[in-house]
């Protein structure tokens, strides 16, 4: 499991540090659903096939999983890759097909971090500080190490729309616009586009107006933001660095409909604008009166740095997959998930990894084989099942991001995540008793999820099943952790199995000799229960609940 983190507003999410769980009573149990008392179908007897997950089994691949040899399995280094070359043997000793890149079990990830090498702001003789008097979007900006402008236009708000304009006839090619967030409104308080209070989307879309300053042939756009201080404090952190993200030879790291762009405060407003700064104010005053706006020319001395620096990572997904029978369902798809990478070792010391995540990635693969050995006996799955081992888990969910960004398989023909991130050990909060697994998730979208999830628990495996981390206050944000989470932002229902945290957790002490195999066994058997039951169910799972 990733550690914790603050989810910021428009990207993936990025690794900060997790604290143990909360105490038995800081976060109440959530409300969930009954489970129906009789199901209006019936799915195979599959008790065969969840039987052959054995405690024996999964401790085999766990003790492989999380030896000296596997160095840790980092992201981008050699133990990640000896792991996925296990994990795809496993597959291919099953007999699944290899349907992933140049037909092999692997989906090859490529990330790309971007931060600034120099990010800066110079006008005359004038410096200004990032952060504090101005801020950009790295995401939105290309890598420019330098720009210099001498001559700015002041348009208003930047906005040509067929109710009004602030460029006019004013020619902007060449060089820089410089213009306030939102929109003009009258003394009123009505908005001159809209006509009532009320604002248009113009208001709403600032990047709009960043590809229109481009279409008139604008070099940079200032954007001048009365509110910065406060934005600034409140998101400093997501506005720092874009984080890792996808890369692929179709994927462009920044629109290539945007031009550089800088929100600044009103002081470097007034420093660009210098003894035009009464003109604008009087336009501006024109311009609430209804009595028109005209563009005002300014010569300048400006010169700004976009030098950034790039950082790529490479991994892999493992993908299995055992195709559906069912002419009508088998492009459905089913999906069992783990991410097999962890934190990878410093000098001599090792972070196996042994809860986290080889438990979860060692029921992956025994599933796969139940679900494989059933298809052999001629009795399913009706749906397709995909079981995915994904890297990058640890540095912000990046495989599971990846694999959504690019599906091999239409998400929109995905029904279902059931994830699996730590079974192996016992918390302290169940000291004692390993017969329990967190649930977490389950009727977050889905009605039907966690009513089968429920059904065959309690007609199966008989786990307690422990809801505490569901809640929607819960202060750790498990729901958020773990790599369902991203199948889950694109509307597909999730279920996140999990034993909670240790004092082993993150540490190189997460070791093999202290997994509770015969735990992991049934937590495991759980999961393919639940699967299996969709995979075979006749219609798929109504996503009924709007609150993820």
Known sequence: MKLRILLFLLLPAMAGMAQPGATKDSVSTTTVTPRPKKRPYTVPDARAYAETITAADLKILIDTLASNTMAGRETGEEGQRLAADFIAQQFKDLGLPPVADRRSYFQNIQLQNESWKDLSLKVGDQEFKKWTDFYVYTSENPNKPLIQLK???????????????DYGKTKVEGKAVI??????????????ITGKEFRSSWSLDWKRKIKLAKEKGATMAFII???LAAFVKTNRRKLASWGWHSQSPDFGSVDKAMINNMFISQDVANAILGKKTGKVEEEFADLRNKEGFKPVKVKSNIEVHFDKEFKTLSGSNVVGVIEGTDERLKNEYVFVTAHYDHLGHADEVIYH?????????????????AFADAKKNGIGPKRTVVCMLVSGEEKGLLGSRFYVDFP???????????NIDM?????DRHAGNPNYVYVIGSNRMSSDL???????????????????????????????????????????????YFNGTHADYHKPTDTADKIDAAAAAKRAQLAFYTAWDIANRPHRLTVDVSEK
């Open 450 to 496: 966690h009513e089968i999830n429920e059904y065959v628990n309690s007609t199966y495996t008989k786990l307690e099943l422990d809801y505490k981390y569901n809640a929607k206050d819960d202060p750790n944000h498990y729901y958020e952790r773990s790599d369902h989470y991203n199948f889950a932002e694109r509307g597909i229902p999730a279920i996140f």
């Open 423 to 427: 079974i192996g050990r016992v918390d």
């Open 151 to 165: 001559e700015v236009v002041f348009v208003g708000y930047g906005i040509d729309d067929p109710k009004y304009s």
């Open 353 to 369: 990894g042994a809860d986290d995540n080889a438990s979860g990635t060692a029921a992956v693969i025994r599933i796969a084989r």
């Open 408 to 418: 091999l398989f239409t998400l929109e023909k995905t029904v279902v995540d059931v």
């Open 225 to 227: 933001d009365p509110n």
């Open 179 to 192: 213009f306030y967030n939102g929109e003009p409104m009258d003394n009123n308080g009505r908005s001159l």
